[in-house]
């Protein structure tokens, strides 16, 4: 049975990634993207205090966000993100510690893979969705392939998502997106730079509910 997240998640279509140089920085960054109504937002574990910046946008936005922690790498992250909040936990790829942790945690887990054998190996074991990473190595056609043999699994492509084709990702089978640097630049989520947040979180928007309009022209 789906997680109780997956129709949320899917129905936000955009999940921001979001690497901050800051605990402050991140504050703002997801400042700038809830006001421009992007809500489903991964604070990764590469930003400092993590687990405080995850706890601070529970508390300040409660349900109004779909929060989730990324690149988790350790049990005690794990732990951690789900104490603060987060309600869907990602991970790189498999491992024997972390990944058990994920599943085990109650969040919807969202564990990284690419080949063949990587996602079968997670179909196995139940994984909620498998974050097809990188994307920027195959595209949309390499998920839409992967498709053939494992039509039953949930896809989230991350890397090399952009605006202009995540219409393309959505065609090939993902039922949401995570985007990084091409939502949310390192140096505007460095400098504060809300306008050009905000201007890259509308733009992603319009391109989905585009996407969403007219799905037989693809």
Not at 38 to 45: D, K, R, S
Request: charged share 20%.
């Amino acid at each position: 049975m789906p997680h109780a997240s997956l129709p949320a998640i899917s129905d936000a279509g955009v999940i921001a990634t979001l690497r901050a140089p800051s605990a402050d920085a991140a504050y703002r960054a997801v400042d700038a993207l809830v006001e421009e109504g992007l809500v489903a937002i991964e604070v990764t574990y590469t930003t400092p205090d993590a687990g405080a910046v995850i706890a601070g946008v529970a508390e300040r936005f409660g349900d109004r966000v779909l929060l989730g922690a990324g690149t988790l790498t350790t049990v005690a992250q794990v732990e951690e993100a789900r104490s603060a909040g987060a309600v869907f936990l990602v991970s790189p790829g498999f491992d024997d510690e972390v990944t058990p942790a994920i599943m085990a945690s109650g969040a919807l887990s969202m564990i990284g893979g690419y080949t063949p054998t990587e996602v079968q190996r997670l179909r196995k074991i139940g994984v909620d969705v498998v974050k097809f990473f990188p994307g920027s190595i195959g595209g949309p056609a390499a998920l839409k392939a992967l498709r053939g043999p494992f039509p039953d699994v949930t896809y989230i492509p991350t890397g090399g998502v952009n605006a202009e084709n995540l219409g393309d990702w959505l065609a090939a089978g993902a039922v949401a997106v995570g985007a990084g640097s091409e939502l949310l630049p390192a140096a505007a989520v460095r400098d504060g730079d809300a306008e050009t947040i905000r201007a890259n979180a509308r733009h992603f928007l319009q391109a989905l509910r585009t996407a969403r309009e007219a799905p037989l022209s693809r």
